[in-house]
């Protein structure tokens, strides 16, 4: 978890050596429309101990099914402008199968299973947290 | 006894706090809290169900929870 802006390229420094014959990057960035409304930011906040012990977990369990996995992952806090990276995740391995299901593998547990949540700024100056669930009944995501 | 609760999000602005201390029997189950829970003010937005961790663990419902735990009761997470 950081608050300052990632840095991908040393992301990806860090799962990269001769072993490596292929790097899977994912970066979530903000995009200017959500549900059909003009976004001017992003607050990103989080449960943070719990949230970088369930990102661990989830590292762990992406590892532990690819032998010879490397991965990386960086979330970021506080407020973000459009454009900006909010997740980002770099997975490498010396083929390319296990690099590219390991991006998805995470990215969708995070989803799931992390407590970030996020505070929309409209460009109108209102704001709303985004409920990925609407109506949907919440369940445990274990 | 009372469980101390921590909020967050939608769930923090509801209750006007991300902390709150919550009135409960003993023993008592994650699901006990959140009844207790949807009679405070505020306690209108919770699911009969909604997502709670202990001590940084998420856990069902029918889980024993003590004073002595880290109790979080938490909005639909929207990381990424």
Redesign the interface.
Known sequence: MVVEPIDVASLIARVSDASVGAISTFLGTVRHVNDGRDVAGIEYHAYQPMAERELSLIAEETCTASPGLQLAIAHRVGTLGIGEVSVAIAASHARRAPALAATTYVIEALKRRVPIWKCEHYIDGSRAWVDPTSSAAPRMPV | MTIHV?L???YA?AFGSRRLNVSVPTPCRVDDLVAAMRGLPGGHVL?T???V?VN?????GDVSITATDEV?V???????
């Open positions: 921590l967050f999000a939608s602005d699911p169900k909604p997502l961790a940084h663990a998420w856990v069902p979080a938490i909005p639909p997470v929207a990381g990424g």
